[in-house]
């Protein structure tokens, strides 16, 4: 089998390049990924897999042998990208590199994952049943939309779950970073900037919670790591008025439940107390990614041996293990066992300036589909 996945590699390889540039043409920003949910949809059903369909969160969803007896393995790419623009990215590629925003997260992924269900359903191995899915919403406030509604559909019958989402191909994610994220305004009075000089100023008062928040002592609690960050601010009218209205978007994260509830607490404590009779916060929580919770260990490092084991004979590398918020949230919070895993090696993720190493992708394609063998006995 080996043998007969190289062939296939040295044979489709172009085709993964030729995905790769049309979906980097296909704006995908969280929430609105249905052009490139619908290139996915068509390209499968012009490569003779015309079950693949699309859900109500525009995830595309392949079955191979998915009887309703089996159980399933899910084999995952997000289609989003983190970036809000809605017109074409710039794409520039030559022998060595592609650089456009978003190709490494996770749009190589997404093509790698398209051609290794082409793999499956041109040699048809037995399996106890895999699903192929071009998943939404993993991005920022995509809040795992996708995910949260493959397993609301699915649910128990998915027993693993593989996304095609790291820096490299040696990266392999395997414990879930959950996080809370909040829209916070602070609303004041106001006025002129001479005449009602001494009014509250709603940028000041905003600014007070994001320095109270940078003052926050974190716990220290072995193998596990929590981090806190005002991502953006927006606020006022003009340089001759008071700001009456100044808002901001913020996070803690960690990958323990416990250090999750005291960032709550520590939020919330400052939020309120930045209260008073001139100054109104209101707190919005806008996004909710859960940590692991009743997931058998064992289970998880089985995943991470085979994904080990045969990244060591595609491409002589010993892998490195992480901390990370993916897809893989959802079935970990649900006890069901997910792992994250490189299909090519990205520089600049999340930059303008993000690109990909060329010569990684036929050995992420490589591993990709020997993973999913192995995972899908």
């Not at 100023?201 to 596990?224: D, G, Q, S, T």
């Not at 953006?232 to 901001?248: C, F, L, R, Y």
Request: negative net charge; proline residues 4%; hydrophobic residues 40%.
């Amino acid at each position: 089998m080996p043998n007969a996945v190289k062939i296939y590699v040295e044979e489709h390889i172009e085709e993964v390049f030729r995905i790769i540039r049309e979906l980097c043409r296909i704006p995908a920003p969280s929430h609105a990924e249905q052009e490139r949910a619908a290139y996915c949809q068509r390209w499968f059903a012009e490569n003779g897999m015309p079950k693949a369909y699309i859900d109500e969160a525009f995830n595309v969803i392949l079955p191979y042998e998915a009887r309703d007896s089996h159980t399933l393995t899910v084999l995952a790419a997000h289609t989003d990208t983190v970036f809000p623009d809605t017109e074409p990215m710039p794409y520039d590629e030559d022998d060595a590199c592609i650089r456009s925003p978003g190709v490494g997260d996770d749009t190589a992924g997404v093509a790698v994952l398209m051609l290794c269900a082409k793999y499956f359903f041109t040699y048809r191995p037995k399996t106890q049943g895999v699903l192929f899915v071009c998943n939404t919403g993993e991005e920022g406030l995509g809040n795992l939309k996708g995910a949260r509604t493959l397993f609301a559909d699915y649910g128990k019958r998915i027993r693993r779950f593989i996304t095609l989402d790291t820096v490299s191909l040696a990266d392999v994610t395997n414990r879930c970073v959950g996080s809370h994220r909040y829209r916070v305004e602070v609303q004041t009075e106001g006025g002129h900037s001479f005449r009602a000089f001494g009014k509250r100023n709603a940028i000041c008062e905003l600014a007070r919670i994001v320095n109270e928040i940078y003052r926050i002592e974190l716990p220290e609690k072995e193998n596990a790591r929590v981090t806190y960050n005002v991502g953006s601010i927006e606020g006022g009218t003009s340089v001759n008025t008071i700001a009456q209205k100044a808002s901001m978007l913020c996070e803690y994260r960690s990958d323990d439940e416990s250090l999750l509830a005291f960032m709550q607490r520590e939020f919330e404590r400052i939020f309120k107390q930045a209260e008073s009779d001139d100054v109104h916060v209101s707190v919005a929580r806008i996004g909710e990614r859960p940590c692991a919770k009743g997931v058998c260990d064992e289970d998880v490092d089985a995943l991470r041996r085979i994904i080990a084991e045969t990244a060591k004979e595609v491409t002589g590398q010993a892998i490195v293990c992480t901390s990370g918020s993916t897809d893989c949230n959802i079935p970990l919070s649900m006890g069901i066992p997910a792992i994250a895993i490189g299909a090519v090696n990205v520089h600049g993720a999340h930059t303008r300036e993000e690109w990909i190493e060329k010569p990684s992708l036929p050995l992420g394609l490589e591993l990709a589909i020997r993973s999913a063998l192995r995972f899908s006995e």
